[in-house]
């Protein structure tokens, strides 16, 4: 079965450090661009990172650029979003999507749940 | 704020079509880069509709079509159902921000 799950998620205090993972099964990892899209309580998606198949191409939107990084371990089919500097604008549901590259050819092909982050006191 | 734009909310009967606009700039849209379209039913993930702005993949009713022209993408759902009603987004690349952003989102209704 195709499938991502994402895990880390939960309750951080603001400043804060939290690590996201993503694992991958039942699809050839090693080619697939990987994605971190969040979606704030009742707001729409919100790209956050991506990260070529081979990692030699990274993105990060403005919002998160500096903060948070993104890994990936092709041998254990598991991309990773290490966030630092919390603030409660990072709550959200963190999804992990993939895709076939280009990605404005084959858009994000498979998503994962999600994993609420909370940013609080 | 995003690059993209689109309605807040479209709504129709059961068996209409709806049109959902997508509307960007020359950095994105107007630049040539495709767009993709995803639907995110309530309390799920999204899925995607369609990508390279007219393809559907694999499992996709044809009641979904999308179109591009110049900065401003479609998506039509025919023959609306019940089952439908979601928020609906377009994506696409943006140069400017070098990110893939989305669209602002649709909530679609069926009367």
């Known amino acids: 079965e195709v499938q991502l799950v994402e895990s880390g998620g939960g309750l951080v205090k603001p400043g804060g450090s939290l690590r996201l993972s993503c694992a991958a099964s039942g699809f050839n990892f090693y080619v697939y661009s990987m994605n971190w899209v969040r979606q704030r309580p009742g707001k729409g998606l919100e790209w956050v990172s991506s990260?070529?198949?081979?990692?030699?191409?990274?993105y990060y939107a403005d919002s998160v650029r500096g903060r948070f990084t993104i890994s990936r371990d092709n041998a254990r089919n598991i991309v990773t979003l290490d966030m630092s500097s919390l603030t409660a604008d990072d709550s959200a549901v963190y999804f992990c999507a993939a895709n076939r590259p280009p990605t404005t050819t084959y858009g994000y092909e498979i998503w994962g749940r999600g994993t609420l982050i909370t940013v609080s006191s | 704020q995003s690059v993209l734009t689109q309605p807040p909310s479209v709504s129709g009967a059961p068996g209409q079509t709806v049109f959902i606009s997508c509307t960007g700039y020359s950095s994105n849209l107007g630049a040539g880069y495709d767009v993709a379209w995803y639907q995110q039913l309530p309390g799920e993930a999204p899925k995607l509709l369609i990508c390279?702005?007219?393809n559907r993949p694999s499992g996709v009713p044809d009641r979904f079509s999308g179109s591009k022209s110049g900065t401003s993408a479609s998506l039509a759902i025919g023959g609306l159902q019940d089952e439908d009603e979601g928020d609906y987004y377009c994506q696409s690349y943006d140069s400017s921000l070098t990110a893939y952003v989305f669209g602002s989102g649709t909530r679609v209704t069926v009367l």
């Open positions: 390279a702005s007219t």
């Open positions: 990260i070529g198949a081979t990692a030699g191409l990274i």
